[in-house]
């Protein structure tokens, strides 16, 4: 017995009268049309949500430029202590980072194998890493900022 895409059985034999297989052609091939302008119109719909989705990206994103703009102009003489900053933490960051891999090449083992080592690792690293992340997240953008000239 010959099946159909859609899995049903074919209601000719397969040795059947050659019109009746041009039909079934036919209407084999309507389907699939059908089929594929259906998916291009999903399609078609995809892309006009991923364009709301990048004009709304490109919005906040101009809203968060215009924000730290602001926020330097009325704020221009932490800039230069932001840069100084900005370069001691990466430093103390580096240094955290050397602990860390330096401990988990000493301990590997008592990690792999033991929870308690394993949390108190987390418990060493987690937090003080989690939150020089982000003060450099906040420290970098404004340590990159040109200081306007005043006219």
């Known amino acids: 017995m010959d099946i159909t895409p859609t899995g049903q ?7 059947s009268d050659p019109v009746a297989l041009l039909n079934l052609m036919i209407n084999l091939q309507s389907q699939t049309i059908e089929l594929q302008r259906q998916t291009l119109e999903a399609q078609r719909q995809q892309l006009e949500l991923i364009k709301e ?9 101009a809203r968060q430029v215009a924000d730290l703009e602001r926020w330097q102009t009325s704020h221009s003489d932490v800039l230069d202590v932001c840069k100084d900053s900005l370069g001691k933490l ?8 050397r602990d860390l891999a330096d401990y988990i090449a000493e301990y590997h083992e008592n990690l792999v194998d033991g929870d308690f080592a394993l949390s108190e690792f987390v ?6 890493l989690a939150h020089l ?12 900022a040109q200081k306007k000239p005043n006219t």
């Not at 059985?9 to 040795?15: E, V």
């Not at 989705?53 to 994103?61: D, G, I, K, N, V």
């Open 9 to 15: 059985a074919l209601p000719y034999p397969a040795n």
């Open 53 to 61: 989705t990048t004009q709304a990206a490109r919005e906040q994103r």
């Open 90 to 97: 990466e430093q103390v960051h580096a240094s955290l980072l």
């Open 123 to 128: 418990d060493r690293f987690g937090p003080r």
């Open 133 to 144: 992340n982000t003060m450099l997240a906040v420290l970098r953008p404004l340590a990159a």
